[in-house]
């Protein structure tokens, strides 16, 4: 499996980003896919994950301020970032995974996509 991510950008405070991770390869594999993030300085952590049964998960400091979904026919999920702010300046990173459960921690995934760069600007 193949994971490409994309939607990345610099954005000012309050601002929105929609975030594409399209999965190619052997997809019939997977049944989860998540995002994550790594802020400068930081650990990489757990940001969103939505599973094939429709389950959603969100950090907590999300807020209800993301959106993770899903494009089933076309292999994709989309995380949707709205009301920006500087803290949610990181590398955000898919990821997907063949557990069915829904999965907080990294090392639960297998596969791993390059990671796009979101800096939000005060």
């Known amino acids: 499996v193949q994971l490409q991510a994309s939607g990345g950008g610099l954005v000012q405070n309050g601002s929105s980003l929609r975030l594409s991770c399209a999965a190619s390869?052997?997809?019939?594999?997977?049944?989860?896919m998540g995002w994550f993030r790594q802020a400068p300085g930081k650990e990489r952590e757990f940001v969103a994950t939505v599973a094939w049964g429709s389950r959603r998960a969100y950090i907590d400091s999300a807020n209800a301020r993301f959106v993770i979904s899903r494009d089933a026919p076309k292999n994709m999920v989309f995380l949707t970032l709205n009301t920006l702010k500087p803290e949610d300046t990181a590398v955000y990173y898919c990821?997907?995974?063949?557990?069915?459960?829904?999965?907080?921690?990294?090392?639960?995934?297998?596969?791993w996509g390059q990671g796009t760069l979101v800096t939000v600007s005060s």
């Open positions: 990821a997907a995974t063949s557990r069915v459960e829904p999965a907080w921690v990294g090392i639960q995934y297998e596969y």
């Open positions: 390869g052997r997809t019939f594999t997977i049944n989860q």
